[in-house]
């Protein structure tokens, strides 16, 4: 089934909202309940992703047709890496701050799920501007959802926002700031329950297997043709052929589903 | 000056770097490449081209982990049975004969069916279970929720398992639809009750759908669909297939003849004859009383 | 023997590298859902950390320091770790069949698991000795198979629940592995007192 190339703005929305990095495709995890310990960790530690998906892409998307075949992880990681580098020394010179502050999680940028996993799934099959387009997507989706794990997590858990402090929070104030948020259990729990906003506001409910329509009766010639199982073994596609012949008494049937 | 010494520093460095890097790189490809030789495994091509004949939907019907599974033990010779895909049936077991280059086997379609009858016209529940929602969970509560503690807790555990669609509950009681099922196995292996059974695929297929071991008396007051252990029906098979084992008659699929003498002679219609289909398909046989509730006796 | 323990006692309760440390989430998160790819999945993790332990740390001290070359430690780090997973399969595949079944198909999803990549690195930000950043590996190896272990039963129990339609999937997953991390909470101050 050949995908039709969409136009290069649905590109970049895509990675917003619909095919959000942290929420939906779940990729990039890592430093998602890692470095979201304030907004500005958060904001920093997407751009710096941004960063690093936007050129990585560019880069991927333009050797696509050099690299081998065989070898083709292997680079893909050694470009990651390389580029993951650079970012270390640029932000080392001139943002010491939130170099320290990131730690570890700036390296760990090489084996965040969503770079790697752009770049297999699709700067390798794509243009250089496709590819750009859905980098900077991914990497604005993925920079929002940090940024509000981080600021739900710092004004729930410190009672700061950008480390600015909040009025009528903390101090002699009846509202103290609750510290568990921006501890571990926290991250989970804020990255969880964001994932079922998100769910709940894009109406798309989880390992929901849609049942196969065989509607013998009024679709005589209906077969199940085939299938496609998801990763935990359930009918995730159903595909069934449908040749419906004329009925007459269509008008009086009931919705089937 | 002063740009030239930089401008030599950063070569130097530049040129180490990228020595020091390229070098390692090398060095791992090396040994990548050595080890790969010293430790080649050698693939079956055969294995592989076997296995694109079988169906992919790796259901596990044929016993074994996968289609590759499958296709792996057959091109070994540990597997000789060209006919254990369910799923592909009979035409992927003469393309794995041929495959093979071996006569090809008989292969007897079968299809899931549920010993039990109990819908909710027929039994009814003994206490309010309010645990997990599933029938393994239930039963484990003094056998489940049901009158009849041998039949179906209809809380969908064989749906579960299904991957093709094609068990579903209705009016209180799991249905097969024969015409999804590949009998791959999974809902016998996921019914706690061990209500599901493989049987061939008859379109006559005749069948005392019920699992109870109870003396007549006891079923009577806890299901009224369920087999009596009268032996009316190991009387009157012309065949002898019917046999009864503790109380319930069993009928023996290779033998029976689906003539349909027992299902007229059955007091309670406790045999069936024929498969289900889609839901909503099924009606009860028309001799199938329904359950005297006892709300309904103690009010008369 | 006190440094050992003392190191191991951190990586395994204390900071444990997936519900302390956040290392590894991707795997932890997938893989739960059944004990056999747990055991699988952190047999596997447990090997390569020791063996990438073993590989980086002599070529970090050795060939990147005296040549001023730290800032190719995530570009050298990640070509070894790939390479050893490419490596190891290929030995435990021809060497050890039955252990390559048990865990085999893991090992390339271990290239681009943050918590390699990240005990590595953590290995050379402790400045450890090369002794203790094998035991280091181990014990992240050992600590990731706890947490792994832990959630895999808590996930099962969760699989027989009625779970709210939008919290079905992650959302339900992510909360109880809150609730898990909680719990290793009350591992902190415990190093102090009992190592003095």
């Known amino acids: 089934m050949a995908k039709k190339n969409r136009s290069l703005t649905y590109e970049f929305t895509k990675g917003i909202v619909k095919e959000n990095p942290l929420l939906v495709l779940l990729l990039g995890t890592c430093p998602a309940l890692a470095v979201t310990t304030s907004a500005w960790n958060g904001l920093g530690m997407g751009l710096a992703a941004t960063f690093v998906l936007v050129l990585a892409n560019i880069v991927i998307s333009a050797l696509r047709n050099v690299i081998p075949d065989r070898v083709r992880i292997p680079s893909y990681i050694t470009i990651i890496a ?28 090489t084996v965040n799920c969503i770079i790697l996993g752009r770049a297999e799934a699709f700067a390798n099959r794509r243009t250089i501007i496709a590819s750009l387009m859905d980098g900077l997507g991914m990497g604005v989706g993925f920079t929002l959802a940090l940024f509000i794990i981080g600021s739900v997590r710092e004004i729930l858990g410190y009672g700061t926002f950008f480390g600015m402090g909040l009025p009528y929070i903390g101090g002699d104030y009846v509202l103290q700031p609750i510290l568990i948020f921006a501890l571990p259990p926290g991250g989970f729990a804020v990255y969880g329950l964001l994932i079922a906003l998100s769910q709940k506001l894009s109406n798309r409910l989880y390992a929901q297997t849609p049942a196969p329509i065989l509607d013998k009766e009024h679709y005589p010639g209906s ?26 008494g269509d008008a009086g049937r009931k919705e089937s589903f | 000056m002063n740009i030239y010494n930089t401008l030599l520093a950063a070569t130097n460095s530049i040129l180490i770097s990228s020595l020091i890097g390229a070098g390692i790189a090398l060095a791992l490809g090396a040994i990548i490449l050595v080890v790969f030789k010293i430790f080649a495994v050698p693939v079956d091509e055969r294995a592989k081209n076997l296995n694109e004949l079988l169906p992919g939907v790796n259901c596990g019907g044929c016993g074994y982990s996968g289609c590759m599974g499958y296709a792996e033990a057959l091109v070994e010779g540990t597997e000789t049975e060209t006919t254990l895909c369910t799923a592909g049936g009979a035409e992927t077991a003469d393309d794995v004969a041929e495959f093979l280059g071996v006569a090809p086997g008989i292969y007897i379609p079968t299809v899931a069916h549920v010993y039990c009858q109990g819908s909710d016209f027929h039994t009814e529940t003994r206490y309010d279970y309010t645990g997990p929602d599933n029938c393994a969970a239930a039963t484990g509560l003094f056998a489940g929720p049901n009158s009849c503690t041998y039949g179906c807790l209809s809380m969908g555990d064989c749906v579960d398992a299904c991957k093709f669609n094609a068990i579903y509950i209705e009016e209180g009681v799991a249905r097969v639809n024969h015409e999804n099922c590949v009998a791959c196995g999974k809902c016998v292996e996921a019914c706690p009750k061990y209500l599901l059974h493989m049987i061939p695929k008859h379109e006559a297929a005749t069948v005392v759908s019920c699992s109870n071991h109870w003396p007549g008396a006891k079923i009577r007051k806890e299901c009224s669909i369920g087999c009596i252990g ?7 098979c012309p065949v002898e297939a019917i046999s009864m084992d503790d109380n ?16 007229e002679i059955c007091p309670t219609a406790s045999i069936t004859q024929g498969l289900i289909a ?3 398909t099924h009606q009860d046989s028309p001799k199938a009383k329904p359950m005297v509730k006892k709300e309904q006796k103690s009010a008369s | 023997m006190i440094d050992i323990a003392k190191i191991l006692f951190t990586v395994i309760l204390i900071n444990n590298i997936v519900l302390s440390q956040f290392l590894g989430v991707c795997s932890f998160l997938g893989l739960t859902t059944n004990l056999k790819n747990s055991m699988g999945m952190s047999l596997a993790v447990v090997f390569v950390m020791v063996v990438s332990s073993a590989i980086t740390y002599p070529i970090y001290t050795y ?14 780090f990640i070509l070894i770790i790939a390479s050893a997973v490419q490596v190891l399969e290929a030995i435990i595949k021809k060497s050890m069949p039955p252990l390559y079944k048990a865990m085999g198909i893991y090992l390339p999803l271990i290239t681009t698991n943050c918590a390699i990549l990240g005990i590595m690195l953590l290995n050379i930000q ?36 009625n779970i709210p339609e939008f919290f079905k999937g992650m959302p339900s997953v992510l909360v109880a592995a809150a609730i898990v991390s909680v719990s290793f909470n009350g591992f902190k101050g415990v190093i102090e007192n009992i190592f003095g």
């Not at chain 1, 199982?229 to 009925?247: I, R």
């Not at chain 3, 060939?63 to 050298?76: A, D, K, M, S």
């Not at chain 3, 000795?129 to 969760?158: D, E, P, Y």
Request: one cysteine or more; a negative charge; glycine letters at 8%.
């Open chain 2, 248 to 263: 319930l008659a069993i009928i023996d699929q290779n033998i029976c003849i689906h003539c349909g003498d027992c299902v």
């Open chain 3, 126 to 161: 402790e400045s450890y000795t090369f002794v203790q950043a094998i035991i280091n590996g181990f014990g992240a190896g050992v600590s990731f198979m706890l947490a792994m272990f832990l959630f895999a039963g808590v996930r099962q129990k969760m699989s027989e629940a």
């Open chain 3, 63 to 76: 060939l990147l320091v005296p040549n001023n070359l730290e800032y190719l430690q995530t570009v050298v």
């Open chain 2, 278 to 280: 889609a839901p909503g």
């Open chain 1, 223 to 248: 077969v199940l043709v085939g299938s496609a199982f998801g990763s935990d073994g359930k009918l995730a596609y159903p595909v069934v052929s449908q040749e419906k012949e004329p009925s007459a």
């Open chain 2, 230 to 236: 009268c032996t009316r029906c190991v009387k009157v």
């Open chain 1, 82 to 109: 390389s580029l993951v580098t650079i970012l270390q020394l640029l932000l080392q010179a001139y943002l010491p701050d939130l170099n320290r502050s990131l730690g570890i999680y700036i390296p760990l940028i």
